[in-house]
């Protein structure tokens, strides 16, 4: 079956503009998250969403960042008014329900965002 | 909070040799475990879990086992191959899921 899809795979922006970046989950995958990975580094949780309730945003480095999964299927991350720093690999995966730790999440290819 | 800590790269292997990558935790309660790969240009795959202690993980050549008494997962394989050349990422997962990496240990298998 498909497996976590993200679009678009490569994004390069001037600073100051905005960004969305789509994520697309496994179908029926009730949990999805966000991460950032910079170069050379693992990923950082960024936000979690279960269905459509966003039940963490800790992770989000400013405001200038939003997610959304209005209709619990599709995310999407927002960034505003771009910086380079927000240049690194957004990450999405899913995982089936919401059962504890034992859950295994999958992740989807990326997308590569490059601010100059 | 939760963290992971893992062996710093690059490990430079040749082929058929024996692989260790040291991974050892911080975290509270009883976290899930993980091993995840990332191949040039492809995106994170898990390669094995461990969800309590002394627990084996194992997959495609590759084991750890949770040590609870060490807060450890150590990688291990027995004869690495040129294709088994990628980063590899220790993680953890505790409550919902909320998935925490370390910084990535890069393989490099030369034949």
């Known amino acids: 079956g498909a497996g976590v899809s993200q679009s678009p795979r490569y994004k390069v922006a001037k600073r100051g503009q905005d960004v969305a970046l789509r994520c697309d989950p496994i179908?029926?995958?009730?949990?999805l998250f966000w991460y950032q990975q910079a170069l050379g580094q693992g990923p950082e949780f960024l936000t979690y969403f279960q269905n459509e309730a966003q039940l963490d945003k800790s992770g989000l480095p400013s405001d200038r960042f939003f997610a959304e999964r209005p209709e619990g299927s599709v995310s999407t991350l927002k960034i505003q008014r771009t910086q380079q720093e927000d240049s690194a690999v957004y990450l999405c995966?899913?995982?089936?329900?919401?059962?504890?730790?034992?859950?295994?999440?999958?992740f989807g290819p990326g997308t590569r965002l490059l601010v100059l | 909070g939760n963290s992971v800590t893992q062996m710093e790269g690059p490990v430079t292997l040749s082929e058929e040799a024996f692989l260790t990558i040291n991974c050892t935790y911080t975290?509270?309660?009883?976290?899930?475990l993980f091993w995840y790969v990332q191949y040039p240009g492809e995106g994170l795959q898990l390669l094995l879990k461990a969800t309590k202690a002394d627990d084996k993980g194992s997959n495609k050549g590759f084991e750890a086992t949770y040590r609870k008494e060490t807060t450890s997962f150590h990688l291990e394989k027995g004869s690495v191959q040129v294709s088994d050349s990628a980063v590899y990422f220790c993680?953890?997962?505790?409550?919902?899921?909320?998935?925490?990496f370390g910084t990535g240990t890069k393989l490099q298998v030369i034949p």
């Open positions: 975290a509270t309660g009883y976290p899930s």
């Open positions: 179908s029926g995958h009730v949990s």
């Open positions: 993680a953890l997962s505790g409550g919902y899921q909320k998935v925490t």
């Open positions: 995966a899913s995982s089936l329900e919401l059962a504890g730790s034992q859950e295994t999440q999958y």
